[in-house]
């Protein structure tokens, strides 16, 4: 059974600061890893993401890290706003079957 | 362009009814989805569809049934309605299954009572 591990649950930053959102897995066969950012009463849209030949990918202020050998990839929110509250959610893709693998999701709260 | 919609926003049924969720989009995508979505588990796959007349089961299909008859409408029906399908349904679409962006709906808020 394919896992995807996501941490923290909740997350309350400083208006200004680094958020960070970590997502581990267990099987090595995807091929495409995506955060989505959900925000109340709304469906999640595509944020940022990456493939696995690049180690990092930064656009604005969101960057997404990639440690093939750990099995993780980041979400790093630079200077984080207010506007930034919303849930993330890691989803990568298997290269099988194309179907995202969903984490439980973080619910991210930057305080002004 | 009005990208993936869905009705209605919100349902309450009793147990036992049934229902049909609807999903539109307007983007000629040939493959569509529908998730739920509940506390803590992030989304869950109930079913997809590859194009029109290619149905398949996801991750949690049992209470739902679904068809594709053209490419721009996938409804989702609960057949006898439970507690346990107290959710929020999301549908979602993408140019094809391995398409990187899954476009999503604004969501179905369904209470079973």
């Known amino acids: 059974q394919q896992q995807v591990k996501q941490s923290p649950q909740s997350l309350i930053v400083q208006k200004g600061g680094i958020s960070i959102i970590n997502c581990a897995y267990e099987?090595?066969?995807?091929?495409?890893f995506p955060w989505y950012q959900q925000f109340p009463g709304k469906g999640p849209a595509l944020l940022i993401a990456i493939r696995p030949d690049v180690s990092e990918k930064k656009e604005g202020r969101f960057t997404i890290s990639f440690n093939k050998s750990a099995k993780q990839f980041s979400l790093h929110i630079m200077d984080s706003q207010p506007g930034d509250s919303a849930t993330y959610f890691c989803a990568p893709r298997p290269n099988s079957n194309y179907q995202l693998i969903w984490g439980a999701g973080t619910k991210l709260i930057i305080k002004p | 362009n009005a990208g993936v919609t869905q009705t209605p926003k919100f349902q309450v049924l009793k147990t036992g009814q049934s229902m049909t969720l609807q999903c539109a989009q307007d983007m000629n995508h040939e493959y569509m989805s529908w998730y739920r979505q509940d506390p803590g588990m992030g989304l869950r796959l109930i079913h997809y569809?590859?194009?029109?007349?290619?149905?398949d089961q996801g991750e949690v299909p049992n209470g739902y049934n679904v068809s594709r008859s053209t490419t721009e409408d996938f409804p989702l029906r609960l057949l006898s309605a439970a507690p346990s399908q107290t959710s929020v349904y999301f549908c979602?679409?993408?140019?094809?299954?391995?398409?990187?962006?899954?476009?999503f709906g604004p969501g179905t808020r369904l209470l079973v009572l």
């Open positions: 099987n090595t066969a995807f091929d495409y």
């Open positions: 979602a679409s993408s140019y094809g299954q391995g398409a990187e962006t899954q476009y």
């Open positions: 569809s590859v194009g029109a007349g290619i149905t």
